[in-house]
């Protein structure tokens, strides 16, 4: 019976190492993981804030308009790295410190198994000892009654010591079994937090990182092209800017505008042909008075 129960506890026990023993392996693995995901971020972060100073350096280099977009670009990516720096301060801080806090206490639980299986490996050797001490049987019948009486204060020192290994046994196991039930408790509850902080703190750079690529796209459509082409040019030939812009500006003319300056030129001879038509009848009419005063007189 005694050793049914002891070998029931050891299998008891086996189960519990391997669960304790699975949780320091996959969690090692989580945290190493993570903690280059965090390396990586960090490293992006790094490349990014140089490509803001080279964007920076560029822009002002160039003409009014791109040097505008340019710097308000880099701006808006400046700010997202700001939010890629919070992301990386607090994945370390929620996802891989408590991942790597489990290596001191998967450390305390193999204690506590360590603790429950010298107990039992006792309690076992006591047991072995009583079972070998009930075994023992003299041949020489001169000396059955000195030796029944020593074997008996043998047996009864070992039952005395089994009983004592049991209990220890019975008290280290119930611990251990309360420890490993916390533990487990304890692992999926910091799992769900752990991968929880995880989305949630991806979510908001994310979030961030939408908004700001928005404005930086915005700032980038916002450059005038003709603009700073016309003040390329004008660097280029500075003496013929005022007839470069009058072509310009007659080319970027929509048809129905140049159409309506047409017919306003054409408005404009209409009426100066009315009026010399108008002044030559006038005359005609003098004329015809000053003959008809000459023929009276």
């Known amino acids: ?5 002891l070998e029931s506890r050891d299998a008891q026990t086996r189960q519990l190492q391997d669960a304790v023993t699975n949780v320091e392996k996959h969690f090692g693995e989580l945290c190493q993981i993570f903690a280059a995901y965090v390396r990586k971020t960090a490293r992006l972060r790094d490349k990014a804030d140089l490509l803001v100073n080279e964007i920076n350096m560029y822009a002002s280099t160039e003409t009014p308009n791109l040097k505008q977009g340019l710097k308000n670009f880099a701006d808006e990516f400046a700010k997202l790295q700001d939010y890629r720096q919070a992301e990386v301060e607090r994945l370390e ?17 193999r204690d506590d198994l360590k603790a429950a299986l010298t107990a ?6 006591q047991l072995t000892q009583l079972e070998r001490t009930r075994q023992r049987n003299p041949s020489d019948r001169h000396v059955i009654v000195s030796f029944d009486f020593e074997l008996q204060k043998i047996f009864c020192k070992a039952e005395a010591e089994l009983h004592i290994a049991s209990t220890d046994v019975t008290r280290t196991t119930r611990h251990l079994e309360e ?20 989305i949630t703190i991806e979510m908001l750079f994310h979030g961030k990182a939408l908004e700001v690529y928005t404005a930086a796209y915005q700032n980038i459509q916002k450059i005038d092209e003709d603009e700073d082409l016309e003040v390329f ?24 505008q140049r159409s309506l300056s047409a017919k ?3 408005g404009t001879g209409q009426v100066s042909t009315c009026r010399l038509k108008k002044d030559q009848h006038a005359e005609d009419d003098e004329d015809e008075e000053v003959d008809f005063t000459e023929e009276e007189n």
């Open 179 to 198: 420890t490993i039930d916390n533990f487990e408790k304890q692992k999926i509850k910091d799992i769900k937090n752990i991968f929880s902080e995880f």
């Open 93 to 109: 801080a929620k996802v891989v410190e408590p991942l790597k806090a489990y290596g001191a206490i998967v450390k305390l639980k």
């Open 1 to 5: 019976m005694l050793r049914r129960t």
């Open 233 to 256: 040019r004008n660097s280029l030939y500075p003496l013929d800017y005022s007839s470069r812009l009058d072509i310009v500006k007659a080319n970027s003319k929509s048809p129905l």
């Open 120 to 125: 039992r490996n006792r309690e076992a050797k």
């Open 264 to 266: 306003g030129v054409s």
